[in-house]
C-alpha cells in the first residue's frame, strides 16, 4: 500500500488568512476590465503567490531531492499552479547539488456546478495510472474544499500501487464539518468563500485572472449555467 503523506510533523498549514479578513480593494491591482463588477475583492495578489510557490518548491526541495518523482497535476484549477510549481523546482535543481527528476502527467476533476461542490465527482485521463505503480508521486491541486474530491483522486491513485503520494494544495479552504487533513505542502488556508482567478473558475470564467479574488453576488449571476 503506497504511502499517502497528507500531513507530517514537518508539514505546515500554510500562510492562514482569517475569516474576517476584508481583501485588498481592488483598485489597488490591475485586473481584466470585463471582470468589472464581477469581483469583491483580492484576497491574495499574484506576487504573494509566486513568493509562496518558491517557498513551497523549496519544501519539496527539501523533502524529496534526488528522488524521481512523478507530478500529477489536477485539471483544470491546478494548472496554473503546477506549471508555477514545477519550474521554481527546475530552478532550484539547476542551482543546487541535488535534483529532481520530473515527469508531469495530468488528469481531469470535476464537482462543482456553480458555486456548489456536488456528490457526482468525475475523474477523466486516468483510467490507466498503471505507469505509477512504484512511482513517487506528488499531486498538485490548486483549491481543496470538502476534501471529499481529493480523497476520491487519492482512492483511485493508490489503487495503482505507487510507492508514496504526497500532495501540494495552493488553497485549502476551511469548510465546516471538514475532517480531512491537511496536504503536506500548503500554500495558503483561507475562509469558506467562494474564489475565483490564477487557473480558478466559476463556470469556466475567470481562469484569465491572475490575483486570487472573491466573486461577487453579482458575478455569480451574470455566469450562472
Known amino acids: 500500500m503506497a504511502d499517502i503523506v497528507l500531513q507530517t510533523e514537518e508539514g505546515s498549514g500554510g500562510i492562514v488568512i482569517d475569516d474576517d479578513w476584508p481583501g485588498y480593494s481592488l483598485e489597488l491591482f490591475s485586473y481584466p476590465a470585463h471582470y468589472a463588477g464581477d469581483l469583491e475583492c483580492v484576497v491574495v495578489p499574484h506576487g504573494v503567490i509566486m513568493d509562496r510557490t518558491e517557498r513551497l518548491a523549496r519544501d519539496i526541495m527539501d ?93 483511485h491513485v493508490e489503487a495503482f500501487k505507487p510507492k508514496m503520494i504526497k500532495v501540494a494544495g495552493l488553497l485549502v479552504k476551511r469548510v465546516p464539518h471538514n475532517t480531512t487533513r491537511l496536504p503536506h505542502y500548503v500554500g495558503f488556508e483561507i475562509p469558506n468563500r467562494f474564489v475565483v482567478g490564477y487557473a480558478l473558475d466559476y463556470n469556466e470564467y475567470f481562469r484569465d485572472l491572475n490575483h486570487i479574488c472573491v466573486i461577487s453576488e453579482s458575478g455569480k449571476l451574470k455566469y450562472k449555467m
Open 63 to 155: 523533502d524529496l531531492g534526488d528522488h524521481d518523482i512523478v507530478v500529477l497535476c489536477v485539471l483544470k484549477g491546478g494548472y496554473q499552479f503546477c506549471a508555477d510549481l514545477v519550474d521554481k523546482i527546475k530552478a532550484l535543481s539547476c542551482n543546487s547539488d541535488r535534483t529532481i527528476p520530473m515527469r508531469v502527467q495530468f488528469i481531469r476533476l470535476k464537482s462543482y456546478l456553480n458555486d456548489q461542490s456536488t456528490e457526482d465527482i468525475h475523474i477523466l485521463g486516468a483510467e490507466d495510472l498503471s505507469f505509477l505503480q512504484g512511482k513517487n508521486v506528488l499531486i498538485v491541486e490548486g483549491i481543496i474544499g470538502t476534501g471529499k474530491t481529493l480523497k476520491a483522486l487519492l482512492k
